[in-house]
T-cell receptor, first 109, second 115 residues
Framework: KQEVTQIPAALSVPEGENLVLNCSFTDSAIYNLQWFRQDPGKGLTSLLLIQSSQREQTSGRLNASLDKSSGRSTLYIAASQPGDSATYLCAVHNNDMRFGAGTRLTVKP | GAVVSQHPSWVICKSGTSVKIECRSL??????MFWYRQFPKQSLMLMATSNEGSKATYEQGVEKDKFLINHASLTLSTLTVTSAHPEDSSFYICSGLRATNEKLFFGSGTQLSVL
């Protein structure tokens, strides 16, 4: 059974810092991995989708990498802003979809 | 931890039939349920948001008459794909928002294939 773990569970940084969020999974037979953000009381917003054949994806200040063999993905956020404050979740998709518990990010002005 | 049970996990149906997907929050009350779908090689996208006892709010481009959402209780929400067509073949997943701490909990998804 696929297990997805996210570290750290919470992170607080001053504005402008670069930061890395980590996601690990136990079964490397995945179709894809996605990163989302969740704002309080809201649903998910898709950030980046990495297919199993890809190693990374970039969108603006966000960069996500995927290393299937080691069961890891990282989400890199450059020059963090207070508007980046949210919970970030990763999810891996093979026959079903499994989510990590999320990293709660606070970016202080 | 909180659990959302989603059934069925996969379904194959003929074109023109209707399919119901069920999501239950087993040990918490989900004041809000979100329904998503993911087409092959695309990101998971929000379809609709439903609050218990009221009509669902659909995202742009999602036909509310085709994707019927019922959230009649705090522990059950259903998505019915009416008159399914092959282009509705997708991965559907629900998530429940636990009001006490505003955390989201997810079903494991339903793979729908319409022949």
């Amino acid at each position: 059974k696929q297990e997805v773990t996210q570290i750290p569970a919470a992170l607080s940084v001053p504005e402008g810092e670069n930061l890395v969020l980590n996601c690990s999974f136990t079964d490397s037979a995945i179709y894809n991995l996605q990163w989302f953000r969740q704002d309080p009381g809201k649903g998910l917003t898709s950030l980046l989708l990495i297919q199993s054949s890809q190693r990374e994806q970039t969108s603006g200040r966000l960069n996500a990498s995927l290393d299937k063999s080691s069961g890891r993905s990282t989400l890199y956020i450059a020059a963090s802003q207070p508007g980046d404050s949210a919970t970030y979740l990763c999810a891996v998709h093979n026959n079903d979809m499994r989510f990590g518990a999320g990293t709660r990010l606070t970016v202080k002005p | 931890g909180a659990v959302v049970s989603q059934h069925p996990s996969w379904v194959i149906c003929k074109s023109g039939t209707s399919v119901k997907i069920e999501c239950r929050s087993l040990d918490f009350q989900a004041t809000t349920m979100f329904w998503y779908r993911q087409f092959p090689k695309q990101s998971l996208m929000l379809m609709a948001t439903s609050n218990e006892g009221s009509k669902a709010t659909y995202e742009q481009g999602v036909e509310k008459d085709k994707f019927l959402i019922n959230h009649a209780s705090l522990t059950l929400s259903t998505l019915t794909v009416t008159s399914a067509h092959p282009e509705d073949s997708s991965f559907y997943i629900c998530s429940g928002l636990r009001a006490t701490n505003e955390k989201l909990f997810f079903g494991s998804g339903t793979q729908l294939s319409v022949l």
